[in-house]
């Protein structure tokens, strides 16, 4: 049955400076979590709704678009768009209390070797194009011929003020997440933001969720912490929750990877998402979203992060510029919890001190002078048409041997192989003829394993893409 509802209509303040379209699709997003638009609501035909708004229908259809993306609201031929009957039907409010203030400061993907080579089809490789390389060769040319005096010194263990500034900037704008530049903390890296929540959190024993199949280096991280792992199975909708409260309901954290499920690339449906927020709330648990490739979604707008929609300040934010820039820069960050700031703070003064202060001018100049969304740009395209040029010539060569579709986001795509074949013994069939092909099924804990090839399609030429697919047709065959 359809519920018939009057939404109440956010309110639009065009001064505040956040784009119109932003203001509504967060107030639509903010009324569905709410419950004031419950699921199987109809929303307002987007003709209605622009004139009531004041607003030009394309604002409506283009909100509609993001919350249709992600699972908010579900589209039916002919009767309009309604929240999806998958949400909740109440969901839990969230705690009446703000949260804590940030306390006072108190004194003071680790890639294997070949992670680097060129080989066609590795992963963890970037685009660079002559045009970022003029810029960043500039860039850093004019902090150099008149130094700030901080890249003599040493530095703040978050990382320098201006740098946290502008990726905060960036993140509630890309990425919807709520953060302030006191809540960032600027790294070596994403793998180094988790090593440090996981020092801070864990204690050995501790109970912590991982996705079935999971991240390598994060299944290191956890047992060098002592951890106990509890593999959660993932499905089509991302990390299955029911089966995470059911195997371990008192568990210290949850590692999810929620926009692009690493390696199997599904995203975390949005009732999966809510779910898990509920479930942190209740057990005082902490949810540790890994969001490492979300700026590269080739089919609508990237989704907004898991972080975006906590109330309740469970969620520690993670990313990284290796994926979005070069691996050897560098520089990851995590938004950490006001609770969290001064522990993982202290831990920080236990290793590298502070980041490199030119590199994080540098980082600072290209994000703020507008480069980043540039190059960001160009980038899709060129993984696009790499990512394009991979799955033809995989279906051509090898369209009886392994299932290869093109991935929504991402920079890897999964080849799931057919015929009953083993993909460990493919891939060092492959790696013999010069092609890196990462098999899949080592990387599952408890759940029956995935058959399949992790392909890597971004830094590569679609030239070189196109001889991987022949040279792995010719290692399948023998």
Not at 99 to 123: V, W
Not at 127 to 140: A, Y
Request: net charge positive; with cysteine; charged share 20%.
């Amino acid at each position: 049955m359809t519920h018939a509802v009057e939404p109440m209509l956010p309110a639009l303040d065009r001064g505040s400076g956040v784009p119109v379209l932003r203001q509504l699709y967060l107030g639509l997003r903010g009324a569905i979590l709410a419950g004031a638009l419950p699921p199987g609501a109809r929303l307002p035909p987007s003709r209605g709704l622009a004139l009531q708004m004041g607003v030009a229908r394309n604002t409506v259809v283009a909100a509609y678009e993001q919350l249709l993306a992600e699972g908010f609201i579900e589209g039916r031929v002919g009767a309009g768009s309604f929240v999806s009957r998958d949400l909740p039907e109440s969901p839990e409010a969230p705690p009446p209390t703000p949260p804590p203030a940030i306390p006072p400061r108190a004194a003071p993907d680790a890639p294997a070797p070949d992670e680097l080579s060129t080989r066609p089809c590795n992963t963890g490789r970037t685009g660079w194009d002559d045009r970022s390389q003029r810029v960043w060769r500039s860039l850093t040319l004019r902090r150099l011929a008149v130094p700030d005096p901080a890249i003599f010194g040493y530095g703040d263990p978050q990382g320098s003020r201006a740098l946290r500034e502008a990726i905060a900037r960036y993140l509630r704008a890309a990425r919807a997440v709520r953060c302030d530049p006191d809540q960032v903390m600027v790294t070596a890296g994403a793998q180094q933001a988790i090593s440090l929540v996981l020092r801070v959190l864990l204690r050995p024993g501790d109970a912590v969720w991982v996705e079935d199949p999971c991240y390598p280096a994060l299944r290191a991280a956890l047992a060098a912490a002592g951890a106990r792992l509890v593999p959660v199975p993932v499905d089509a909708q991302g990390m299955e929750v029911a089966a995470g409260i059911a195997a371990a309901p008192a568990a210290r954290l949850a590692y999810v990877t929620p926009s692009s499920q690493y390696p199997l690339g599904v995203v975390l449906s949005m009732a999966r998402r809510l779910e898990l927020l509920a479930w942190a709330r209740r057990a005082g648990a902490w949810l540790l979203e890994d969001d490492y490739d979300s700026e590269f979604r080739y089919a609508g707008r990237p989704l907004a992060s898991l972080q975006g929609i906590d109330e309740a300040g469970r969620v520690i934010y993670v990313g990284t510029f290796s994926k979005v820039l070069f691996p050897g820069l560098r520089l990851g960050y995590a938004v950490l919890p006001p609770e969290l700031l001064e522990p993982v703070r202290a831990a920080r003064l236990l290793t590298d001190w502070h980041p490199a202060a030119l590199a994080e001018g540098v980082v600072t100049d290209f994000l703020e002078e507008g480069h980043f969304a540039q190059h960001l740009r160009r980038m899709r395209l060129q993984y696009r048409a790499a990512r394009d040029a991979l799955v033809a010539a995989l279906r051509e060569h090898l369209p009886e041997a392994l299932e290869a579709d093109p991935p929504d986001q991402g920079l890897k795509l999964v080849a799931r192989l057919r015929g009953g074949r083993g993909d460990v013994a493919v891939a060092e069939a492959a790696a013999a003829r010069g092609v890196v092909a990462r098999p899949v099924s080592p990387m599952f804990l408890a759940a029956p394993p995935v058959q399949g090839l992790m392909l890597g399609f971004s830094g590569h030429a679609p030239a070189a893409l196109r001889a991987a697919a022949r040279a792995l047709a010719g290692a399948m065959r023998g």
